[in-house]
């Protein structure tokens, strides 16, 4: 996913390989030609406070949805962690999402790709396709 550089180093647009890619394109493009919403780095530094306080409530979030306490969220742990959470994925988009966010590929999510899926979640909550959450 995302872009190649090439000849002389001029990024080409990749094909997205799997429905999640082109759901994430479609949303970054989305997203894009309604005005980015990125901050400067200045803005983002100014946050860390928040910015902390937001993953503790992350860190919670995820000890709370890791039923069997392994340190890992496993596909029918995310399943319920949506269900709990209003978020309204297919079986197939919540797979998907679960394999792109299984980074080392262990069947289990651990916190740190959590945060992806997390990223993953946001960036794609205003696609009316991807999913439709209360909130």
């Known amino acids: 996913m995302g872009g190649v550089l090439g000849k002389g180093d001029s990024p ?9 890619e082109t759901k994430i394109t ?8 309604a005005g980015s919403s990125l901050k400067s780095f200045d803005c983002i530094i100014l946050k860390f406070p ?6 503790r409530k992350c860190k919670a979030t995820f000890e709370e ?14 399943k319920n962690c949506f269900h709990k959470l209003e978020i309204n994925f297919t079986h197939e988009e919540t797979d ?8 080392n590929e262990e069947k289990g999510m651990k916190f740190n790709e ?8 946001y ?6 396709t ?6």
């Open 96 to 103: 998907d999402l679960f394999e792109a966010c299984d980074i």
């Open 50 to 55: 928040r910015i902390d306080e937001s993953l």
């Open 65 to 78: 949805f890791d039923e069997d306490r392994n340190g890992a969220i496993d596909p029918q742990e995310l």
């Open 130 to 135: 991807a999913l439709h959450a209360v909130s």
């Open 26 to 33: 479609e949303a970054m493009q989305r997203r894009e030609t």
């Open 12 to 20: 080409k647009a990749s094909v997205p390989e799997t429905k999640l």
């Open 123 to 128: 960036l794609l909550k205003d696609d009316p």
């Open 114 to 121: 959590f945060i992806v899926l997390l990223c993953l979640v």
